[in-house]
């Protein structure tokens, strides 16, 4: 089995200051996992992707996000919050190693505070 | 590009009415799956497929139907819509195992 949580229905952070969105995971082999965005009445937008490689991934518009495996978790990061930054964000994961399909956690809505 | 390009973006229908949500990419991606979006839940897949002529269940798959007749249409069929059926729908498509996901802008469903 496949699962993936994201433990904050809701982050606030003030405009520049860093920001974290949580996610931990749960797979039988190796992880691909996944961060997308998605903004009121849009669709989702991918941010970045770990598969394979350095723990350490730089995505789009200065996200990044470290892969941790002793801990499952998939930290979604910035050093300095946008109050355009502000939007539901979603943390996903597959078994590389099975047919199964993606999995998505619940969103997390990150508010930034001018 | 267009993308995906998913229709109607809205839609009320009536418990018992039948409907089809339209998905096309011009990607030309093997994959496409259809979504649906409720409140506190994330995003749950409903169907998917993996080339023309194959198509498989997801999570949720009961009360919805699909087809691939074409790499590039993925519709979505509602046999007999129920108010639980009520949910925003997003269609997706990759073009690899490890790619990420193109997704549509979303068809709010309301079924009364």
């Known amino acids: 089995a496949q699962s993936v949580a994201q433990p904050e229905d809701q982050v606030n952070v003030a405009e520049g200051n860093p920001l974290t969105v949580k996610c931990t995971y749960s797979?039988?082999?190796?992880?691909?996992l996944f961060w997308y965005v998605q903004y009121p009445n849009r669709g989702l937008q991918f941010l970045l992707k770990?598969?394979?490689?350095?723990?350490l991934v730089k995505g789009s518009y200065g996200f990044e996000a470290e892969f941790n495996k002793s801990q499952t978790s998939f930290h979604l990061k910035k050093p300095s919050a946008l109050v355009s930054d502000s939007a539901l964000y979603f943390c996903a994961v597959r078994d590389g190693g099975s047919a199964r399909q993606l999995t998505f956690g619940s969103g997390t809505q990150l508010t930034v505070l001018p | 590009n267009a993308g995906v390009t998913q229709t109607p973006k809205f839609q009320v229908l009536k418990t018992g009415q039948s409907m089809t949500l339209q998905c096309a990419q011009d990607?030309?991606?093997?994959?496409m799956s259809w979504y649906r979006q409720d409140p506190g839940m994330g995003l749950r897949l409903i169907h998917y497929?993996?080339?023309?002529?194959?198509?498989d269940q997801g999570e949720v798959p009961n009360g919805y139907n699909v087809s691939r007749s074409t790499t590039e249409d993925f519709p979505l069929r509602l046999l007999s819509a129920a108010p639980s059926q009520t949910s925003v729908y997003f269609c997706?498509?990759?073009?690899?195992?490890?790619?990420?996901?193109?997704f549509g802008e979303g068809s709010r469903l309301t079924v009364l």
């Open positions: 797979v039988s082999g190796n992880p691909y």
């Open positions: 497929s993996v080339g023309a002529g194959i198509t």
């Open positions: 990607m030309n991606h093997e994959y």
């Open positions: 770990y598969i394979t490689g350095d723990n």
């Open positions: 997706a498509s990759k073009l690899s195992n490890t790619g990420e996901l193109f």
